[in-house]
């Protein structure tokens, strides 16, 4: 019992699975990263190498030997190319080849020459061992890399140097060994064994806490990095980006101090619904955390407000960050865009698309409340004689002044617009007949007094205009018709005047 405690071959199985642990958890924090997956696949092979050998049945075989030792330095071999790979340099596969097909020189030795001592092998293995050490030792200080880990890199190359050396030292004590029987202390079986329990083992977990040191500074500088960024990003958007725990700020970038007027510190602890118009829908937002982007009225410290573009998602950490954008230019680019695409580009009035949508809407409106609503159309006279006459310049003048007459003749919540070539049609919510027709006949009194100057005088014109009352559950486009058909009355009748339909 007392042999089985003190055994240190037992004890290097536990530390090399403590070890394998160690690296399988440096592993899975570090996916990203390669070489801690291959420290943790080196570790395995070398912990099962280390536990065959361990077995006293096979321990005199020299094939197994030679398996159980070489699957033992095939795992160093991987650990080390692990290390190629932490330090981005390319892996050195063929160590583990290597280390598996040095063993036949022993072997053709051993059955076509002279046999071998089981621990003359494995003397040969600690210098294979010591070798594949030594590599990991020269690439932890002369391979280019980080400069920011040279510090680490030089502990574990000196920690797998001495390694290296001590698999030297354990070699020749196993050579020794086997030419002379060399007294040792209780409880170990060799002088290799006394000095791996003493030299060894203790080497290998210092070489251990290195690979640790070095995968532990990497996630640091990596998280330094990335909070560097992160600051510059803040620091450099056109966004307010804020931090919130619990509903309240408690961190912001200076982009907060400049769209909101204030100072940092003004908002800290506050809750960020205090930045907006508060309703139900910016509750249910902020109750999301749906990274999804709302347009938002935000209030700035002194009750002025502008357009903001609010976006709020959730962190790891239980926090949340919100995103607030100034998009008050955007709106009223949108606005301006709208009102473009809404207008005639010749005269500046509703064009035919936007007039029927807001007519359509007006008309179930004025239906639903019982309002009065008439439906006039207008056509300049003669209009073809004009463009043969004096140009299309000079037609297209009479167009935009017709429009601005009108425009001054009606009321702001009235529709005009122009409906194609010559012809413009206007809606009067909430008019009468006898109201329709008075403003009609004054508009069209002031358009026929109006005169255009033309080269060599001046251009006088007149209008037609066929005038309905919104009376019945017809469409918009029935009402348009009939309007139409009163006005080709007019011009009929000898044009200049105004043509109503006739009550039912």
């Known amino acids: 019992m007392n042999a089985m405690l003190f055994s240190p071959q037992l004890l290097g199985t536990n530390i090399l699975i403590a070890s394998a642990i160690i690296c399988l958890a440096l592993w899975y924090y570090s996916r990203p990263y390669p070489g801690p997956g291959l420290w943790t696949l080196g570790v395995l092979l070398a912990t099962l190498g280390h536990y065959l050998a361990l077995d006293p049945g096979h321990s005199s ?6 398996f159980s030792h070489g699957l033992l330095t095939s795992g160093e071999a991987v650990l080390v190319i692990g290390v190629f790979r932490f330090l981005g340099r390319p892996a050195p596969w063929w160590l583990v080849p290597a280390t598996v097909l040095s063993a036949m020189p022993w072997l053709l030795w051993h059955w076509l020459v002279e046999p071998l001592a089981t621990e003359e092998v494995v003397a040969l293995y600690a210098l294979i061992s010591a070798f594949v050490r030594g590599l990991a030792c020269r690439a932890l200080l002369w391979l280019p890399g980080d400069r920011r880990l040279r510090s680490v890199r030089i502990f574990a190359a000196l920690m797998f140097g001495l390694l290296a050396l001590s698999a030297l030292g354990s070699g020749v004590l196993g050579w020794l060994d086997s030419l002379f029987e060399i007294q040792n202390l209780k409880g170990f079986e060799s002088a290799a064994d006394t000095f791996s329990f003493n030299v060894v083992y203790p080497l290998w977990i210092l070489c251990l806490f290195g690979l640790t ?60 619904e205090h930045l907006f118009e508060t309703d139900e829908d910016l509750q249910q937002q902020l109750r999301r955390f749906d990274g999804v982007p709302l347009d938002r009225v935000a209030v700035r410290s002194d009750g002025s407000q502008f357009a903001a573009e609010l976006t709020v998602a959730a962190l790891d950490d239980g926090t949340h960050v919100a995103e607030i954008r100034d998009v008050s230019e955007r709106k009223s680019l949108e606005q ?70 009108c425009e001054s003749q009606v009321r702001r919540t009235d529709l005009f617009a122009r409906y194609g070539g010559e012809e413009f049609v206007l809606l009067l919510p909430q008019t009468t007949s006898e109201q329709a027709l008075a403003l009609l006949e004054r508009l069209r009194e002031f358009w026929s007094q109006h005169r255009l100057p033309v080269p060599g005088g001046e251009l006088a014109s007149t209008v037609s205009i066929g005038m309905v009352q919104i009376d019945s559950e017809a469409t918009l486009e029935h009402w348009i018709s009939l309007a139409d058909q009163l006005l080709y009355q007019a011009k009929n009748e000898g044009r200049n005047r105004t043509r109503v339909q006739p009550s039912a």
């Not at 075989?61 to 030679?66: A, D, F, I, N, Q």
């Not at 998280?223 to 961190?251: H, K």
Request: some cysteine; overall charge positive; hydrophobic content about 45%.
């Open 61 to 66: 075989s020299l094939p197994y030997t030679v």
């Open 213 to 272: 040191l070095l995968s532990l500074r990497r996630f640091l500088l990596a998280a330094q990095s990335s909070a560097m960024r992160f600051e510059r990003l803040m620091n450099i958007t056109s966004a307010a980006v804020v931090i919130v725990r619990d509903g309240r700020i408690v961190d912001a970038n200076p982009m907060l101090k400049r769209l909101f007027s204030c100072q940092n510190d003004y908002y800290h602890e506050r809750p960020l």
């Open 336 to 405: 301006e865009l709208r009102r473009t695409a809404a207008r005639d580009a010749l005269t500046g009035v509703l064009n035919r698309r936007a007039f029927i949508e807001q007519a359509q809407f007006e008309l179930a409106q004025g239906r639903r409340e019982g309002r009065a609503l008439c439906l006039a159309m207008l056509d300049i006279d003669h209009f073809k004689r004009i463009n043969d006459n004096h140009g299309h310049l000079v037609g297209d003048q009479a167009l935009r002044a017709f429009s601005a007459v």
